[in-house]
């Protein structure tokens, strides 16, 4: 029987929109019934969230203070033990999943397929390789017990949230491996759309030149109530923090527009943006790769037309 459990993803109150989106791409596999298992000190209102996605039969919660944090090393020996109820497991390819899955995996002894594209068949996956210019089918033999998978939340579309799956109440089944204790955390320092998930996302490069310069694509970005990303050259020079990274090592996001800034178009980044909308490069050289995947491009200067193009949208 194919019975598949997806991981949820949540901050302590809200569900991540990621999770609707593995639900999506694992019900490809075609499965009898599809379970979604919620982490969490006080899950209650998360775990409700999660019982609208459609497709979801059953919404399995783990309760108590030891997951009042996301944290990998203590929520993969609960998932590993469940994992025999199971013919797959699901989370998202965000940082959590990435976080989540390898060791689930390294518990079970087995291999994860990373970043499932596109689900074929139950044990038959596309995913991406060599920073996205091929893309290989994977099969998993029948003779592994459990299929685990990360699913690229880029390539799949959010499941609807009309469902009305039960909630069942877990007791958590592991201990504490102990190794790994929570000590705090840091808010990510931008404010605006979440990259991961904006619909419009304005992204600087190299170009900028400094963290000064930045400031104009937080304008523009301001004005579009966009999200704002960066190249790897911009993160790497300081202009912006890392996790406004873009691309193969970066984040893999798809909003509806993205518009890049002062960006050449390496590979590299442009794995990043392969399931964006509509693409606006603006880049003084008009050679530059990024016109090549652009669907509209303006050959000038950012430093004139970027805070031109704020006035005429703030107009
Ligand atoms: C293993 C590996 C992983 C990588 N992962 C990533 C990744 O995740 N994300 C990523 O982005 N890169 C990644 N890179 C780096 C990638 O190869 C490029 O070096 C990087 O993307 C270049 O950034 P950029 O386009 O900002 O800079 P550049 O390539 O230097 O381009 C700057 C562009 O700005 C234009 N420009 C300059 N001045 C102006 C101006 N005043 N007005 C308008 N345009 C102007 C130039 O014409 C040029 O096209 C990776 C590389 C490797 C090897």
Do not use: W
């Amino acid at each position: 029987m194919t019975k598949v459990l997806v991981i949820a993803e949540h901050d302590g109150t809200q569900l991540s929109v990621a999770t609707a989106k593995a639900v999506k791409g694992a019900e490809g596999v075609g499965a009898e019934k599809l379970d979604l298992v919620v982490f969490g000190n006080d899950p209650a209102s998360v775990s409700e969230q999660a019982a609208k996605i459609s497709g979801v039969d059953c919404v399995r919660v783990v309760s108590g203070e030891d997951f009042a944090e996301p944290l990998a090393a203590r929520m993969a020996p609960e998932i590993a033990k469940m994992a025999s109820d199971y013919s797959h497991l699901f989370v998202a390819s965000t940082t959590f999943g990435r976080d989540l899955m390898p060791r689930v995996a390294g518990l079970l002894r087995l291999n994860q397929v990373s970043d499932v594209m596109a689900v074929l068949g139950p044990r038959s996956f596309k995913r991406p390789i060599y920073a996205g210019n091929a893309i290989v089918t994977v099969n998993v033999p029948e003779t592994v017990a459990t299929v685990l998978a990360t699913v690229r939340t880029a390539s799949f579309a959010a499941a609807q949230m009309t469902g009305s799956a039960t909630i069942e109440a877990l007791e958590s089944q592991a201990s504490d491996p102990g190794h790994t204790r929570f000590v705090g955390r840091e808010g990510s320092s931008g404010e605006g759309p979440d990259l991961s998930s904006a619909s419009r996302v304005v992204s600087g490069g190299r170009a900028l030149g400094s963290a000064d310069a930045f400031k104009v694509i937080y304008g523009l970005a301001n004005t579009l109530g966009a999200a704002v990303g960066a190249s790897r050259a911009a993160v790497d020079a300081g202009y912006v923090p890392n996790e406004l990274q873009v691309g193969q090592t970066g984040k893999i996001i798809a909003p509806d527009l993205y518009i890049a800034v002062g960006i050449s178009g390496a590979i590299q980044h442009l794995t990043g943006i392969k399931d964006a909308g509509t693409i606006v490069a603006i880049n003084k050289d008009s050679e530059a790769p990024i016109f090549e995947v652009a669907d509209l491009g303006l050959v000038a200067d950012l430093f004139e037309v970027v805070p031109e193009l704020e006035k005429l949208i703030s107009a």
